[in-house]
């Protein structure tokens, strides 16, 4: 049925729109604002895709650059963070493709896995498990544990669950459906969940740092 | 209502997106299934906690270099 909606919000501007515009008008400063606010969202994301800290590096110099220079075709259909992360994933994708030159690497790698979509460890977690560990003990085991995940799977969780892009964001950025958005998040959840019961179970948990594959 | 159909409906739990009605069925089932109850309970904090944790913080002298280095390109036209 073909209806003219309103757009939502439509008298209310995003500050980003107006600090593109600026940037658009030829005031450089206006883009410091933009990579100040969103530097270390863009390097974190980097970081997740590569798992590797000077490709993470790379990548956020190259996709602010690459923002710039292709300012003139942002629409503003969508936010301007949402098309800043779409560039960010597809510059980590392809810093990922040439580090292992000839192998073809895409966020479908590794989704055709059964692993989590049933839990089997329901112990449940001590009530702060957190507090078991140092802050240290506590990143490391964070980041063994995500890096575990397919990376069709740790993209999306990512995307979605840490950086707060909703479901169909998500899934704009990455080219998939919003079900295949919506299954890989579920799936995602849960591997991580069972993978993070083996530290936080209610029980006296293991100390050791010997994390898991 | 079955531990299959439960899990189906998780996501929407925990992004509170589930309709009144399917909302009083989840909880009707989590009364008497502490399997469910777990899952939910632990797949909650799971999300917390990666939200509340910074694993790959970018330093502060990193952050100055490479914002530097961005904005020199910038106004050089990239």
Redesign the interface.
Known sequence: MATIQPIAGENEQHPDVALVERVRGGD?SA??TL??KY??QI??IA??ITQNRED??DV??DA??KA??KLEQFQGNSKFYTWLVRIAVNESLMRLRKRRTGRMVSIDEDVETEEGS??RD????APD??QNYTQAE??EI??KT?QGLPQGFRVV?VLR??EGLSTEETAETLGLSVPAV?SR??RA??Q??ER??RY?RSKKGPKEMGVEK | MTCTEF?AQ??DL?DDAVTTEMRADLREHLRGCE?CE??L???R???E???S??????PTD??ER??A???A???KG?
């Open positions: 450089v883009y410091d990579v100040r530097d270390r390097f974190r970081q997740h993470a590096e956020m110099q602010f650059l710039y220079e049933v839990p329901l112990a449940d977690w498990p957190e506590l990143a964070l980041r995500i969780f669950d840490v919506k998040l579920l959840r849960l991580l969940r993070l019961t936080f | 899990l998780l996501d925990l399997h777990v899952t309970n632990t797949t904090k799971t999300i906690i990666y939200r944790h910074e694993i790959y913080a970018l990193l952050r490479l914002h280095a961005i904005m390109r910038c106004k990239c």
